[in-house]
């Protein structure tokens, strides 16, 4: 769900056991830091061999200078960019030492606070950051750390010709880096598409959008398109789209004002600012009119009771993973909900099933 643009080579040797993509670089001053945003990012302290001496997650500035003030040998830090590979035999130690919570299919960790954490921080150091992060109480934090420290010591870092357990895969300060995993990074990084800064060309170019023809294997009839609008696959009739990304979309009306649209097919499609819709086949005469900021997602399913039914969300008002248990939006299901019923099902029938229903609608607007 994530797009890396590397300034530097993208050939390295798998050296160690962990290997975690990063942005290396000389430590930012506290106003950098602020700028950059990587309070928001795990931070990685690498020393010159590339080797991790301390992974820390979502921590101020002065956090990371006092955990690094510690530390000899470390000549380069960065945001980790949460993209990693595992050597075999770590993966096979890792299901060993969790085999209770795999084999229960229950619980929840995270590679940052209950892995590299764990693996580069002394004890001490980690109880207090897990405290202060509300992870664990302080028994917790120990038994944790002490597990993650007991499979460290039964492994063989150097097994196979690795240099080491944990390191760094440097790709630059100034990478191009798009995220698509969160709702707001969809949205954002789908509308850089339509920008026109040198990373909004790159991402065009990334994506095989020329600049001079942004507008590809459509059928726009009177529907206006904006210069910085860029639009794929799409049939309309009439409207208006501005500044937005469209793909797929098959409507007689289509209005768009910097909006991401993918999939949809209905008789009439207005998107006001921020809203994205994604996956929609409507059978309405209204059509799909959607609000600042609202998302509305089709989602088909295998189950002849409930073949299709739509989720819906707000950019900007609801985070969905804080939310992601409770039903939101007058929405029949939560997010685990959703996630839950796709357990186990076909993920290719699915969506060959969306495909025939949205042929079966675009079929009857063309009438």
């Not at 995270?110 to 004890?123: E, I, K, Q, V």
Request: aromatic share 8%.
């Amino acid at each position: 769900d994530q797009v890396f643009v590397s300034t530097e080579s993208i050939d390295y040797d798998a050296s160690f056991h962990a290997d975690i993509i990063v942005a290396l670089g000389p430590m930012p001053s506290a106003e950098e830091w602020k700028e950059r945003g990587l309070e928001k990012y795990g931070l990685i302290a690498a020393r010159g061999d590339c080797s991790v001496a301390l992974q820390l997650e979502k921590v101020t500035h002065d956090q990371a200078s006092a955990q690094l003030s510690q530390l000899d040998g470390v000549e380069k830090v960065g945001a980790s960019l949460g993209s990693f590979s595992l050597s075999a035999a770590f993966l096979a130690s890792l299901d060993a030492a969790f085999a209770a919570e795999l084999d229960a299919k229950k619980g929840k960790m995270d590679s940052d606070p209950h892995l590299w954490m764990a693996m580069t921080l002394g004890r001490d150091d980690y109880i207090k950051l897990m405290l202060d992060k509300k992870l664990f109480d302080e028994a917790g934090a120990g038994a944790h750390h002490d597990r993650v420290a007991k499979m460290l010591s039964e492994f063989d870092a150097k097994a196979d010709g690795h240099k080491g357990m944990f390191g760094a895969v440097p790709v630059g300060v100034d990478l191009s880096w798009w995220d698509f995993g969160l709702l707001k990074l969809f949205s954002k990084n789908s509308l850089l598409l339509t920008e026109g800064s040198d990373d909004a060309r790159l991402a065009r170019a990334f994506f095989g959008i020329p600049d001079g023809a942004r507008v590809a294997s459509s059928a726009l009839g009177d529907c206006k398109v904006d210069s910085s609008s860029v639009v794929s696959g799409t049939t309309a009739r009439s409207g208006s789209v501005t500044a937005s990304a469209v793909a797929g979309v098959s409507t007689e009306e289509l209005s768009a004002d910097a909006a991401v649209l993918v999939n949809v097919c209905a008789k009439r499609i207005v998107a006001a600012k921020g809203a994205i819709a994604y996956n929609i086949v409507d059978s309405s005469d209204e059509g799909v009119v959607l609000a600042e900021n609202e998302v509305r997602v089709g989602v088909f399913t295998l189950d002849k009771d409930r073949a299709y039914f739509e989720m819906r969300s707000n950019v900007a008002e609801i985070d969905g993973g804080k939310v992601f248990t409770e039903r939101v939006c007058g929405n029949d299901f939560s997010f685990q909900g959703v996630y839950d019923l796709n357990r186990g099902v076909d993920v290719s029938a699915c969506a060959a099933a969306a495909r025939a229903a949205f042929q079966r609608r675009a079929e009857a607007l063309a009438k």
